[in-house]
């Protein structure tokens, strides 16, 4: 990395743990405003994904230390944008040999990310639990469940986990291959569900992808996909390939945003902005290397 992109890292790094704290300081001081916008027509998310955080030197395109400083440029971001919540798509962390290094990796990053906005949404990714349980990751973020719904204004929302071999094992401890992922049986009924129970244009955020098949898609991604298109969804929102990518399925959109931790140096980082507006408009607004995209009414 050059010495100009370490100085741009550096001056980013410190803004956002300056402002990452105002920003804390401000949700705990005013609650009203931020109830307020709970019943905003315009609603924008802040997205990032595979962050694959990790104290170790980098591996192929993989550049885990840099992660930190490619999060803090996004906090900036966030800042000027004010999003109603963040969502994290999943490899937050990436894989070590050891329990106590793997919640160090979680510590360390966590630390920055819970700073950007106190609501804030996790996808479990399969490195996040190649070392570490699932209740070890979530109990580390303070996250209840590894998929759960939720509405906020106008929109409902559906945080998905697909960490789960075709045994219905879930993944955890190094017991599964990462071209094994699935949605067991169990979590299709209560998205069944889930999506019967509201009229609400849908969100869905995922890890692993729905549009496509192995090694990147959930095993049973045809079954998720019909269940999905019996319900409200406009889009879907998913890592887990490092590419951008798009597909159009059954009137949803499948949306692959790009890894965070893919190349080194600022110009490498990507990160967006989703905006959903009362009339139905989705518009993902990239910045770096995430293309922007956009989506009329249903």
């Known amino acids: 990395m050059s010495s100009e992109s370490c100085e741009i890292f550096q001056i980013g790094r410190r803004a956002f743990l300056k402002n990452g704290a105002l920003i804390l300081s ?8 931020l109830i307020g916008k709970e019943t905003a027509t315009l609603l924008k998310i802040g997205l990032v ?20 400083d490619k999060l803090a440029e996004a906090a900036l971001q966030f800042e000027k944008e004010q999003p109603d919540f963040i969502v994290e798509l999943g490899d937050f962390i990436d894989a070590a040999d050891a329990v106590e290094t793997e919640l160090g990796y979680l510590k360390r990053i966590n630390g920055d990310f819970s700073l950007i906005n106190r609501r804030r949404h996790y996808v479990l990714g399969n490195h996040c639990v190649y070392t570490l349980t699932k209740q070890e990751f979530l109990d580390g973020v303070e996250q209840e469940d590894s998929y759960h719904s939720f509405d906020v204004g106008g929109y409902h929302f559906v945080v998905l986990d697909s960490c789960f071999r075709s045994d219905g094992e879930p993944y955890g401890r190094k017991n599964f291959e990462w071209t094994d992922p699935n949605i067991p049986a169990a979590e299709v009924e209560w998205l069944k569900a889930d999506l019967q129970a ?23 991604a045809a079954e998720i996909r019909q269940v999905l298109e019996a319900g409200n969804v406009r889009a879907v929102l998913q890592g887990h390939s490092h590419k951008n990518d798009h597909n159009e399925i059954g009137d949803i959109h499948y949306c692959t945003l790009v ?3 893919e190349g080194s140096g600022p110009e ?7 905006t959903l507006s009362p009339d139905g408009t989705i518009e993902i607004t990239g910045f770096r290397k995430q293309q922007n995209y956009h989506w009329g009414q249903a």
């Open 259 to 261: 890894a965070m931790v």
């Open 49 to 68: 994904t595979d962050l694959h955080y990790a104290d170790k030197p980098p591996a192929g395109s993989r550049h885990y230390r840099e992660t930190p």
């Open 26 to 33: 401000t949700a705990v001081s005013t609650p009203a405003a």
């Open 268 to 274: 490498q980082n990507g990160f967006s902005t989703m």
């Open 198 to 220: 509201t009229s609400k244009p849908t969100i869905v955020f995922a890890h692993q992808r729905l549009d496509v098949g192995s090694p990147y898609g959930v095993k049973n």
